[in-house]
């Protein structure tokens, strides 16, 4: 029986409600691997860490404002360090890709995509340039590597010289889990659908998210069958092109572009969608293809790289670079009840096989590892 391993978590990082899926991940793993009693957990928090992670386990803090690229990397090379002395951890879980490249402990980092190489048009501004320095300085210095997915695996030993032998494929769970229901008649009497299908798609506004060419399959679709697309996600600059390019096509009033929404707002667009479209060109994982299957709601998805992996059988997949592919896709799901009512069941069969408490399992197994190899 192996003892209790103490695993320094390096959340440090962290910007709630500014990280997406980053964040996601990093609440849900934490609280699986709470959970468990094999690993006893110090968490690394920046000064923005809200009250929740005190509930989960001992914290340990340092000054950092992780929105201030400088400071980011300091929390990993610095404070990081001096944390796991303090707190005496024999590990350092770092879950956002970059991570300590030295230290007198094991050292395990997750990757969860390399948008940075792959997709540099993902980050704005210099940050592809610093993740292009730091995620293979982070895996250069760890004992081990975590991934989401083997389409990630692939890209990481491809882009990073990472060993093979060192990387470990552990799959996530459910990002937000369906909760008892939304009020579809509430989301369609806000988007005023009457009796037109909602077609839904939940992402950030990225250029990599490939919503041009979602916008563009909309117009390829005659106006007497063109549904309603829902585009929530935060905006970014790029979201300003999109609008532009609706209105070139003649489609604005098939549009509705929203930020975030509330869990409830979220939860009343699932119930109300027809389908759920996710067209991105690159994912390391696809935790809203996953998301969207658990509800019911019948996918078409990309079929590249890690989106395919996720969606297995349970989902259509096209082309996402062809605009009539997509187009075909969603008129396929709109118009074909026994199709929805096949992904319906199929997509919730595999949804119920990614879980956090797997997710766990796997990751203390690759903490096992680490420690084995140092």
Request: charged residues 25%.
């Amino acid at each position: 029986m192996w003892p209790p391993v103490h695993v320094g978590v390096n959340l440090l990082f962290l910007a709630p409600g500014e990280m997406g899926g980053l964040e996601v991940y990093a609440r849900e793993l934490v609280r699986a691997l709470a959970r468990r009693d094999d690993v006893h957990l110090t968490l690394f928090v920046n000064r923005l860490a809200d009250a929740e992670w005190r509930e989960l386990a001992p914290i340990a803090a340092a000054g950092v404002d992780p929105r201030r690229r400088a400071q980011w990397v300091a929390g990993d090379q610095l404070h990081a360090l001096r944390l796991a002395r303090r707190a005496r951890v024999e590990l350092v879980h770092s879950l956002a890709s970059t991570g300590p490249a030295t230290g007198g402990f094991a050292r395990v980092v997750t990757v969860h995509d390399l948008h940075y190489r792959v997709q540099p048009e993902a980050h704005f501004g210099l940050r592809a340039l610093g993740m292009r320095m730091l995620v293979p300085l982070a895996v250069r210095g760890a004992h081990r590597v975590i991934v989401p997915s083997a389409a990630t695996r692939g890209d990481l030993l491809r882009f990073t010289g990472a060993r093979d032998e060192l990387v470990d494929v552990v799959p996530e769970g459910i990002g937000q889990a369906p909760g008892e229901g939304g009020d579809a008649g509430a989301a369609r009497a806000r988007l005023g659908l009457g009796e037109r299908p909602l077609v839904l798609s939940v992402s950030a506004k990225r250029p990599h998210k490939n919503l041009a060419r979602l916008i563009g399959a909309l117009a390829r679709i005659p106006a007497e069958r063109r549904p309603l697309l829902a585009l929530p996600g935060y905006p970014t600059p790029h979201e300003s092109e999109l609008r532009e390019l609706a209105e070139s096509l003649g489609v604005t009033g098939h549009l509705r572009f929203d930020g975030w929404l509330s869990r409830s707002e979220l939860d009343d667009l699932y119930a109300a969608a027809t389908c759920f479209v996710f067209p991105s060109l690159y994912e390391g994982f696809g935790l809203p293809v996953l998301e969207a299957m658990a509800r019911g709601i019948p996918v078409a998805t990309s079929g590249r790289a890690s989106l395919a992996e996720v969606a297995g059988d349970a989902a259509l997949t096209f082309d996402p670079e062809d605009e009539q592919a997509i187009a075909t896709a969603i008129e396929a799901l709109l118009g074909d009840a026994q199709l929805r009512d096949r992904l319906h069941m199929a997509g919730r069969e595999r949804a119920a096989g990614f879980t956090w408490e797997r997710a766990a399992e796997l990751t203390v197994a690759s903490y096992r590892r680490a420690l084995a190899a140092r």
